[in-house]
């Protein structure tokens, strides 16, 4: 699966975009980029997912770059309630042994601020 | 409805004990997950498994075993428990597609934390 590189953590202020970045400059063509976040002591989260085009659902915005390798995912008013761990995964695109699996980083510690 | 859930939430038993978590969907997922989320929040599979294949992430003990009855449901046997087992442990399914590409998102239980003393 593409290596994906996250900052450790972030702050925002709450009402604001949070606008988390992700590098997957090794990402191959049929591999799609998910976001999950993880909320203390729950299970991880789905939040969006994409290929080539930006996507957005009523959770996130997901920007992807023409060339694939960094997307962006924005959380338009962040709320309180959004602080939590957030990762970006590029999983195998293959049909394989690994095939779906989804490999979680160290993810980007989102602190929503009052 | 819950759609993933697990029990028991938590689970605190002694080093050499076999113990069991249950896992079951009700989704239609044709693929079922086990990861642990260790002191350090780092969540790793162990394993993937459909109704066609059992996927093993090669660092994990054979102590560890999943039972699956039925494609709803997928438990986590574990035998001779050691301290180093203590975790959160989380289930997961989702659905894969033809070309073995997860397309839709994976859903995850809530998690059961098991402490070994």
């Known amino acids: 699966d593409a290596k994906t590189t996250q900052p450790p953590s972030m702050d925002c202020a709450e009402g604001r975009a949070a606008n988390l970045p992700c590098n997957h400059s090794t990402i191959s063509g049929n591999e799609y980029v998910y976001w999950y976040r993880q909320i203390h002591s729950q299970g991880p989260q789905y939040i969006i997912h994409g290929l080539k085009n930006n996507e957005t659902n009523e959770m996130a915005s997901l920007i992807i770059t023409e060339d694939r390798k960094s997307s962006t995912l924005i959380l338009p008013h962040a709320t309180l309630r959004d602080t939590a761990v957030y990762y970006c995964i590029a999983p195998p695109g293959n049909y394989g042994g690994s095939q779906g699996n989804l490999i979680f980083g160290k993810g980007t510690k989102l602190s929503v601020k009052p | 409805d819950t759609a993933v859930s697990q029990t028991p939430k938590y689970l605190v038993t002694q080093m050499g004990n076999d113990k069991s978590i249950k896992c079951e969907q009700n989704l239609g997922h044709d693929t079922m997950y086990w990861y642990k989320q260790d002191s350090k929040k780092f969540l790793k599979i162990m394993f993937s498994?459909?109704?066609?294949?059992?996927?093993i992430n090669e660092t994990v003990p054979n102590r560890f075993s999943p039972k699956s009855p039925d494609k709803a449901h997928l438990n986590l046997h574990i035998n001779s428990l050691e301290l180093g087992d203590s975790a959160v442990y989380f289930c997961a399914s989702s659905h894969l597609s033809s070309r073995g590409q997860v397309n839709t998102e994976a859903f995850f239980g809530q998690g059961t934390r098991l402490t070994v003393v």
């Open positions: 498994y459909n109704n066609k294949e059992l996927i």
